[in-house]
């Protein structure tokens, strides 16, 4: 039998929703929550009341101002994203933690690579989709807010898009799109490695381990172009006079980047196949 | 057919082995009593069956494939009701119409009447049971797969007294003559009438592998006096009956019901 049947995939992965719908409905609403708590703090709390605003400066200086509120709530919301989906690729296996769990789940009569792709997939969605529709339900209930109280409504999802987007514009080279591509990926892998390997406190423990490698690798390379007398300082892109200069090192470092996430990725797949009912207390060899 | 080859196992971070160069061929149309004193490795054995550990050296195959590859078509044939097992908060129903795709044999007749015979309605919530009773909606299912492979660790903990006997009575209808169930157990009189093989795990290796055909035309098990204690006997504890006695069985002796317990205090004191 295959390693992946489509077929029995989308039924394990409806099973997957189907039996955790109470735990998605109840992030879904922690999300909501918090995002609208923050566009209430962004818009109400800091900064100069609008009512002040409007009666110091006048209603069109006091509605430029406000939209930058609502712009940093457009920011905020951008960042929980991104949040989300490291925290969402951490605990991937989250469902596996105790030995009942992790029983029934290797139990469950489809493949290696569908068990592993089932939860990820879950994850994805669930929080990319979970945390967009979130922050868009939390700005209407902020607008709605603002109209009862007779504010002027100006609505921040526009701003998200924007913000999302312009790394994909016409003005932006392909070579800046890829980058941020594979920034994120490359981060979201570290994540989702760091979800397979450590058993516990999984975010916890992948932030520390990547902020050690960032340390030990500055403090190498710092050391390294010390002693051999090279300068480990250079641009491999910038702009310069609004036009994008690429230094031949970027496609050094952008393949590096694509190939250590395809390893990530990997590795963490791997991890998963060996993994075995009991395991370490702290890691899943 | 199980075949365990050779193997060897022990657990991360603890200096003993469980197993040690451990051989086994478990078959078809057998329920097998696996009988053990605490951490001789009985819940261990069974993960190991199931594909859920590795073995550090030697086989686990099931049909000749290696269980630890944990293929789908193997494990559409094995089902393995852990002691404490994890059950999503949804509709029994529900939990049926989602995984019954996944085991090519289900039968919707079978779970019917084990849930019958275990007094449960088929419109119950699993997030509303009582232990015993989602052992017995487990348990339910695990039958109604008609897996080829049925394990069960201690599967009457939890469950009351009519319900022992319940269980015995679902496995009994549900025993087919391609399927093999093995119980693990330390309850040894609420399975002991529905075994017919008997496995006895020692430190490390197997003290006992032995049909209950081939225990009771070597023993009989029965009472006696301390006048009728003769050379015969191989094993005794006074009870409040008289003597509880395993003897050699002679020419003209009756077959008796085995009494397991005794069979494994002889066992595990004779060694």
Redesign the interface.
């Known amino acids: 039998m295959n390693n992946f049947d489509l077929h029995r995939f989308s039924q394990a992965l409806k099973c997957y929703f189907m039996t955790s719908r109470r735990t998605w409905l109840r992030y879904f609403g922690i999300f909501t929550l918090v995002m609208f708590m923050a566009d209430l703090f962004f818009t109400r709390i800091q900064g100069h009341n609008f009512a002040d605003m409007v009666e110091w400066w006048g209603l069109e200086e006091a509605i430029y101002l406000y939209k930058d509120y609502v712009g940093s709530t457009a920011v905020f919301g951008l960042v929980f994203f991104f949040i989300a989906m490291l925290f969402g690729a951490s605990f991937l296996f989250s469902h596996m933690k105790e030995t009942r769990q992790r029983t029934t789940y290797l139990m469950w009569p489809v493949s290696n690579l569908e068990k592993y792709l089932v939860p990820l997939v879950h994850n994805i969605l669930l929080l990319g989709v979970g945390t967009l529709v979130a922050y868009h339900l939390a700005d209407a209930l902020r607008v709605l807010v603002d109209w009862t109280t007779g504010r002027v409504v100006i609505w921040g999802s526009p701003m998200f898009w924007d913000i999302v987007s312009r790394p994909f514009d016409d003005s932006a080279p392909w070579q800046l799109t890829a980058f941020v591509i594979g920034s994120y990926l490359w981060f979201h892998s570290l994540y989702i490695l760091g979800g397979s390997l450590f058993r516990r406190q999984q975010f916890l423990l992948t932030s520390i381990a990547i902020v050690i490698g960032f340390f030990l690798f500055v403090w190498t390379t710092h050391t390294l172009a010390e002693v051999s007398g090279v300068n480990n300082r250079f641009e491999f892109m910038a702009l310069h006079d609004g036009v994008w200069h690429v230094h031949w090192s970027y496609y050094i470092i952008l393949t590096a980047e694509y190939g250590l996430t395809a390893l990530h990725y990997w590795l963490s797949y791997k991890i998963f196949c060996r993994m075995q009912v009991i395991n370490n207390k702290w890691l899943n060899v | 057919m199980i075949e365990v080859n050779n193997i060897s196992f022990k657990?991360?971070?603890q200096k003993h082995l469980v197993f040690d160069g451990f051989s086994l061929q478990l078959e078809e149309n057998r329920i097998y009593g696996l009988l053990g004193k605490n951490g001789t490795g009985k819940s261990t054995l069974l993960?190991l069956l199931?594909?859920?550990?590795?073995p550090t050296v030697g086989s686990v195959c099931c049909d000749g494939i290696a269980t630890n590859e944990?293929?789908?078509?193997m494990?559409?044939d094995?089902?393995?009701v852990?002691e404490?097992?994890?059950l999503?908060?949804?509709s029994l129903k529900?939990?049926v119409s989602?995984?019954r795709?996944?085991?090519p044999r289900f039968s919707e007749e079978v779970l019917e009447r084990c849930l019958a015979d275990f007094e449960l309605s088929g419109d119950i919530h699993l997030g509303e049971l009582s232990m015993g009773q989602r052992k017995k909606a487990y348990m339910s299912f695990a039958l109604a797969t008609q897996t080829k492979y049925l394990f069960m660790d201690e599967p009457t903990n939890g469950l009351d007294i009519p319900s022992k006997s319940q269980f015995r009575k679902v496995i009994a209808q549900n025993m087919t003559d391609d399927r093999m169930v093995i119980i693990s157990t330390h309850q040894v009189h609420d399975v002991e009438q529905l075994l017919d093989h008997i496995l006895i795990l020692d430190q490390r290796s197997l003290l006992l592998n032995a049909s209950v055909q081939d225990i009771s035309e070597q023993y009989t098990f029965e009472y006696r006096t301390p006048q009728q204690m003769d050379d015969a006997v191989l094993y005794a504890e006074p009870t409040l009956q008289g003597n509880a006695v395993i003897a050699r069985r002679q020419a003209g002796d009756a077959e008796t019901q085995i009494n397991l317990e005794l069979l494994f205090n002889y066992k595990t004191q004779n060694k």
């Open positions: 657990y991360k971070g993960y199931s594909g859920l550990l590795r944990r293929k789908p078509a494990l559409q094995i089902f393995l852990a404490e097992f994890d999503p908060n949804v529900e939990y989602l995984n795709p996944f085991y």
